[in-house]
């Protein structure tokens, strides 16, 4: 079956290089059944939560700094509706996860992960989430969080400059703009973990 | 250095010397190794420890030492070796320079030498239930030994120590970190006010502060294993990663180091960039402590002040080097590429901009009346107890000690410039505030000189040396200091002359300021308000990865 081009009104399918990604969102969410024209409750529920999309504070190292510059004056996230930082991963609605992530900082993410509220979001920034990046050859980094977590956009840069930033965060708001809450859920991936230790 | 090789001698008869090398190199046994540093310290005044470097040199284990006298400047350095593999163990200096304590917990960990009479050998940057040794040349990499593990890390609760009693025999025994009946909460390692993923154990008296227990190594990459399986020029991308806020300094410092031990000659105009880029690096990074300081305390407008600003020095790199963070710009001979047309007006720019726009920071916020309650006075830090835990950098200078390697030892052309080295006497989060923000001015006047000399030099012009295309030094050890943003930063390299089929480091290790930083912390935080140690450790102001490395 031909996957349709996904409309955004905001944000034009031409505007972007990267379109695979979506597509395959779409083609998987066809093969499964869920109607893809998305309902006028979806599109609100869609417009306001990528909107409004709340970054969790995870910076481990270098690519912190970066997101630093994008909450200054001359970035000034708030342009996008994601400025408001939460230091609680219980608030935010995504984790923008910049920073070399090594043996010892795993199972504290994998945790605040964890604690965040469904629907959430993961953006590797820089090339140490990706891949390992510099740090790849070490016997303690991790090499890519999509190890311990599930990825929804990858960011490559050492560091990512901030309209790179940028760019994935479009990438993501987009991702949740052609995504259907009410109905079928199309989070496919099943819980991995196990949800007990978190009640401690 | 005769005269210091004979008043050592007289000290320690058993020393044997060495004057090839930059500095004196005693060698000693590890019996006479804790008398020789009592008295090292109290008769010549070799009262800081700046470095102390594990090594692994095949048949034996050991440490190698490199102490300076703070007043004369000289420097000594002091090997102590062990030829047990099996069960190293060498005596601790911790009760003689206070800075030891962590260093020897780092060559624990790496080398897993057990340092006699060290009050808490714990393992410093890996998880406690980590298998082997990784820095040691016979270290077993394979993943199956130290699988990822996503299991959360049990506690530490015992210290444990190796204690030597009368008749020499060493006995283990255990501590406590708190007692059983202390109130301890945890404090990090994901908390936006320890600057990076830093974890504190904090022991509570109601509100007031009774211990803090450092655990780090959340942001432990490595790096230095790293370095001894790539060539010299390919390990220069790492320094740039360790205190990001100092990239260009500690680059610098490698290539100074690596150009020394080959004996390159680098030209003046080179030097002259590298020395502006420093200072710029310097002004963009105490900006952000700025930025962080004032967040931290709440002014959040006072952030976007700092960080305006940044942008200027971000954009001059940019154009320069191509990149705003990370540049890799200095290279072994010089820097990669010439300097952008603009730069030296880009750079005056950035100067009256930044020196105009300080007199807003202080009336934002130096004169506020939150500000001076919850900084002045608290968190001090004695001169002795700066010298005592190896403090450099702003942190030292606002205790009083005249510790800027730009003026102690200058490298790059430093002696060639008018300015002040800042110091204060309080040692308070003010004053290490205040020394941050005039030496902010000074690095402005030193940009404004070299701005003159660059003009007069060629705005164009040369800017590497012709360095060989594999690089090779001949065996043996160097060091070498300059003045990072957050204190004087050191890098060991030791070569065994072996270059087939090409030369890695046989070692290389990283004396970062911040390492020795974070050592004052549990110091200057007791009997402190808990609300208060953000305000110290933003005002002591590191770099977590450049702790950990
Ligand atoms: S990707 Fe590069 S800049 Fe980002 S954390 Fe890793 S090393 Fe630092």
Redesign the pocket.
Known sequence: MEVKKPKIKSMKYEDFKDNEYIEDLLAQLNASGVNVVVGKADQLLNWSRSNSLWPFCFG?????I?FMCLGAARYDMARFGAEVARNSPRQADYIMC???ITYRMAPVLKRLYEQMAEPKYVIA??????SG???KNSYCVVKGVDEIIPVDVYLP????RPEAMFYALMQLQRKIKVSRFLGGANRKEKLTYDPEPCLE | MADLKEQIGKLCPQAQFDTEGEFLLITIDDAQWHPLAVSLKRELHFDQLMALVGMDWGEALGVMCYLTNTESGDIVHVKVSTANRETPRLHSVSDVWAVANYQEREVYDFFGIVFVNHPDMRRFFLRNDWVGHPLRKDYDASPEKNPLRLDDETNEDYTCSWVEDDKGNVTKKHGLVFDFDEYVINFGPQHPSTHGVMRYRVSLDGEIVKKVDVVSGYIHRGIEKMCESLTWPQTLLYTE?MD?MAAHINRHCLCLCIEKAMGLEVPRRAELIRLMMDELMRLSSHLLSYGCLTMDQGTTTAFFYGFRDRELIYDIFDRTCGAR??MSYSTIGGVVADVHPDFVNDVRHACDVIEKNMKEYHQLFTGNVIARNRMVGVGTLSREQAVDYCITGPSGRASGVHCDVRKTHPYSRYEEFDFDEVTRTGGDSMARYMVRMDEMLQSIKILRQACDKLEQEGIQGEYCAKVPKMIKLPAGHWYQQVEASRGAFGVYIESDGDAKPFQKPYRMHFQTPCFNLIGVVDLTCRDNMIADLITITASIDFVI?DIDR
């Open positions: 481990t190292s270098c690519c912190a970066e910049q920073g070399t920034c820089g090339a140490c989430t990706v990046g510099p740090f840069g050492c560091p990512p | 990663r990001y963070m990370s990865p």
